[in-house]
């Protein structure tokens, strides 16, 4: 289909200029959306070598890594990274205190939740986390 044939685009434009990170975007994308979890972290890997100050790559990384309990601790550096790099990014924020409270971090999660609020207040997915975290607290 279109999709596979997009795929091997990006492939062969990797190839052809690995020190570039669009093709490696687009291969994450490609095959987070397949399910191939592995390859998916493999190409946002290759993303931030070929430009390490790319939020959205550490974001999409974070986001391959978090429900892995053995590497959420990657997960959560790789969200602080995103963070770091671009302080108002909301989704980095919230992804950030869900990775901390799903590590058992939760003074840590209520301050990336501060954090988002700041930056979004209303947000949907800001207020289920509070609410996770108040109920956690109890």
């Given at each position: 289909?279109?999709?596979?044939?997009?795929?091997?685009?990006?492939?062969?434009?990797?190839?052809?200029?690995p020190r570039r990170?669009?093709?490696?975007?687009?291969i994450g994308h490609a095959l987070s959306?397949?399910?191939?979890?592995?390859?998916?972290?493999?190409?946002w890997r290759m993303a931030i070598a070929a430009r390490r100050g790319l939020p959205?790559?550490?974001?999409?990384?974070?986001l391959e890594l978090v429900d892995d309990e053995a590497?959420?601790?990657?997960?959560?550096?790789?969200?602080?990274?995103?963070?770091?790099?671009?302080?108002?990014f909301v989704h980095a924020q919230i992804d950030l205190a869900r990775a901390l409270m799903l590590d058992g971090s939760l003074?840590?999660?209520g301050a990336a939740l501060r954090a988002a609020e700041a930056l979004?207040?209303?947000?949907?997915?800001v207020k289920e986390l509070r609410a996770a975290l108040e109920e956690r607290k109890r």
């Amino acid at each position: 289909g279109d999709e596979a044939q997009q795929l091997v685009a990006a492939r062969e434009a990797a190839i052809l200029e690995p020190r570039r990170p669009e093709p490696w975007f687009w291969i994450g994308h490609a095959l987070s959306e397949r399910g191939e979890r592995e390859g998916a972290i493999l190409a946002w890997r290759m993303a931030i070598a070929a430009r390490r100050g790319l939020p959205p790559a550490w974001y999409n990384l974070g986001l391959e890594l978090v429900d892995d309990e053995a590497r959420r601790k990657e997960a959560i550096a790789a969200f602080r990274e995103a963070v770091r790099l671009h302080p108002e990014f909301v989704h980095a924020q919230i992804d950030l205190a869900r990775a901390l409270m799903l590590d058992g971090s939760l003074e840590e999660a209520g301050a990336a939740l501060r954090a988002a609020e700041a930056l979004e207040s209303g947000n949907e997915r800001v207020k289920e986390l509070r609410a996770a975290l108040e109920e956690r607290k109890r």
